[in-house]
Nanobody, 126 residues
């Protein structure tokens, strides 16, 4: 299984950025997918989870209303649209494939994901 994430960047506060994550070696349409992030000196935290049909999506309170997760199962690709970015959003962002097709209430627990991308750096600074 390989999850590849290009697209990290330096963005000014208030700006936008879209991350992508392309999967290979797994049945992408059969997996719920998550986004996590880890800031320096902090634990990895769940950002979002989207189920296999995009019919339900979970978000961390800190990003709700600003970030939108989506997926294109035909392209084996997961996206994270990030708007109104703030310096506290600075982190390494990881995509992850979840065991099963649904996110569930435990979506933010890293242990429920069995494959991870390499991470991409997002820096929000003026």
């Amino acid at each position: 299984v390989q999850l590849v994430e290009p697209g990290g960047d330096l963005v000014q506060p208030g700006g936008s950025l879209r991350l992508s994550c392309t999967a290979s070696g797994l049945t992408f349409g059969g997996s719920a997918m998550g986004w996590f992030r880890q800031a320096p000196g902090k634990e990895r935290e769940g950002v979002s989870c989207i189920n296999w049909r995009s019919s339900n999506t979970y978000y961390a309170n800190s990003v709700k209303g600003r970030f939108t997760a989506s997926r294109d199962n035909a392209k084996n690709t997961l996206y994270l649209q990030m708007n109104s970015l703030q310096p506290e959003d600075t982190a390494i962002y990881y995509c992850a494939a979840r065991l099963g097709v649904y996110c569930s209430e435990s979506w933010s627990l890293a242990g429920a994901y069995n494959a991870w991308g390499q991470g991409t750096q997002v820096t929000v600074s003026s």
